[in-house]
């Protein structure tokens, strides 16, 4: 069974830090690019962040580049979001996925619940 489990969301001030972290289990983890999304209230979910299997591409949001870095840990089956500089825009419900596919068109197959950041002015 296939389990992403993320952590370290919280309330932090603007131009706060904050490191997020997903641990996976059940999945050949170096098979999968990870990626990090977030879902706002009242918006559709939108992509932030993706890293390929060894850590040697990465690709981020537009409004993400500059204060988010995203990095993984094949052996500890994890994948981490670092972001700085946060803003009150940021806040969101912050998810971690699994997926395959060709770079620029990837199918995320798994899903963690997702954990929330919230950023005050």
């Known amino acids: 069974q296939v389990q992403l489990v993320e952590s370290g969301g919280g309330l932090v001030q603007a131009g706060g830090s904050l490191r997020l972290s997903c641990a996976a289990g059940?999945?050949?983890?170096?098979?999968?690019?990870m990626g990090w999304f977030r879902q706002a209230p009242g918006k559709e979910r939108e992509f932030v962040a993706r890293?390929?299997?060894?850590?040697?591409?990465?690709d981020f949001a537009n409004s993400v580049k500059g204060r988010f870095t995203i990095s993984r840990d094949n052996a500890k089956k994890s994948v981490y979001l670092q972001m700085n500089s946060l803003k009150p825009a940021d806040t969101a419900v912050y998810y971690c996925?699994?997926?395959?596919?060709?770079?620029?068109?990837?199918?995320?197959?798994?899903w963690g619940q997702g954990t929330q950041v919230t950023v005050s002015s």
């Open positions: 996925a699994a997926g395959k596919g060709p770079w620029g068109s990837v199918v995320y197959d798994y």
């Open positions: 059940g999945l050949p983890f170096t098979s999968y690019i």
């Open positions: 890293i390929n299997w060894s850590g040697g591409a990465m």
